[in-house]
């Protein structure tokens, strides 16, 4: 008995240890995964007609920057909105338009990290998206409305849509309803600098 009450402290503190541990290199690969997005935008700039990917082994490519001032928000955007893609950085939902298409565009990301702060979006705000051919497309916040996950209808309109799970700080996860953000573009330019 008494050997198990000096192993006790012995054993908590390393267990403690290793969560720490634990949670550093989480925060580091996030961190990694982030700059190794960032970089292969600033290549995908340089090579429009590539798909170029953040590490070899990703599910996804780069495909478009989405510049948000008011949330002082910066997002590249994968091709492909897949559970794996979706843990780095919002996805393009292949099924729908192309980017900068006329037809319904969607982009996909999780409440908790990349599009947490659609929260606080607000009808009427503006923001852009960059194309990896450099055009800079300009949009405005037309509506923001809660659906349920099933609802697809709206892909058949014209837009810019951004979603995400519904409610925001729930404690179950893989609610049924989505914040769903329709944005109309309002112009189109092109760029020879990066963002």
């Known amino acids: 008995m008494a050997t198990l009450k000096k192993a006790l ?43 170029v990917r953040p590490w070899f082994y990703a599910d996804g490519y780069v495909t478009a920057h989405i510049n948000w001032p008011s949330q002082q928000q910066e997002l590249t955007v994968l091709a492909g909105a897949s559970g794996r893609n979706l843990a780095f950085a919002p996805g393009h939902f292949l099924p729908s338009g192309e980017l900068g298409s006329s037809k319904g565009v969607l982009i996909a ?18 923001f852009s998206m960059q194309l990896q051919s450099g055009q800079i497309e300009h949009y405005q916040v037309r509506s923001i409305d809660v659906i349920h996950q099933s609802e697809q209808g709206f892909l058949a309109q014209s837009g810019l849509y951004l979603l995400t799970c519904y409610p925001f700080d729930s404690l179950a996860s893989g609610t049924e309803f989505r914040l769903l953000v329709s944005a109309d573009k309002l112009s189109s330019s092109t760029s020879t600098f990066s963002s």
Do not use: R
């Open 109 to 126: 990301g999780h409440n908790d990290t990349h599009f947490a702060f659609l929260k606080h979006v607000a009808v009427g705000e503006q």
């Open 9 to 51: 402290p012995v054993c908590s503190a390393l267990l403690g240890i290793a969560l720490f541990v634990n949670g550093g290199y989480m925060q580091a690969k996030a961190w990694l995964a982030q700059a190794l997005i960032e970089s292969a935008w600033q290549q995908a700039l340089q090579s429009p007609n590539q798909q």
